[in-house]
Nanobody, 126 residues
């Protein structure tokens, strides 16, 4: 059973960089079995697909976020990290990390993903 756990700051000031880490247990990221991604849900809005990193390190990002975001892997620690630059209040959301056996780009239906983290709330405010 794969478990995902998000961690990071709950409050970030505008224009700062947001870094969230997803710690994976129950599976080795090096095994190449899953794609690792991030999805977020702003208050009162639908889920928004952000991006994904493959087991080989290839990345796919939402066009609307591509200029500001990166996903990094730390294979020895079995973690992957979302970095979002120059955050604004519009980036306030619950952020989820995900795992899927197939590559999913753009879709947020929960049934498509094999595993989800519990989510972490991020508020962007001065």
């Amino acid at each position: 059973q794969v478990q995902l756990q998000e961690s990071g700051p709950g409050l970030v000031k505008p224009w700062q960089t947001l870094s969230l880490t997803c710690t994976v247990s129950g599976a080795s990221m090096s095994a190449g079995l899953y794609y690792w991604g991030w999805i977020r849900q702003p208050p009162g809005k639908d889920l928004e697909w952000m991006g994904v990193v493959s087991y080989s390190g290839s990345t796919y990002y939402s066009p609307s976020l591509k200029s500001r975001m990166s996903i990094f892997r730390d294979l020895p620690k079995n973690q992957f990290t979302l970095q979002l630059l120059s955050v604004a209040p519009e980036d306030t959301a619950v952020y989820y990390c995900t795992a899927s056996k197939g590559l999913i780009v753009g879709a947020t239906e929960k049934v498509l993903y094999d595993y989800w983290g519990q989510g972490t709330q991020v508020i962007v405010s001065s």
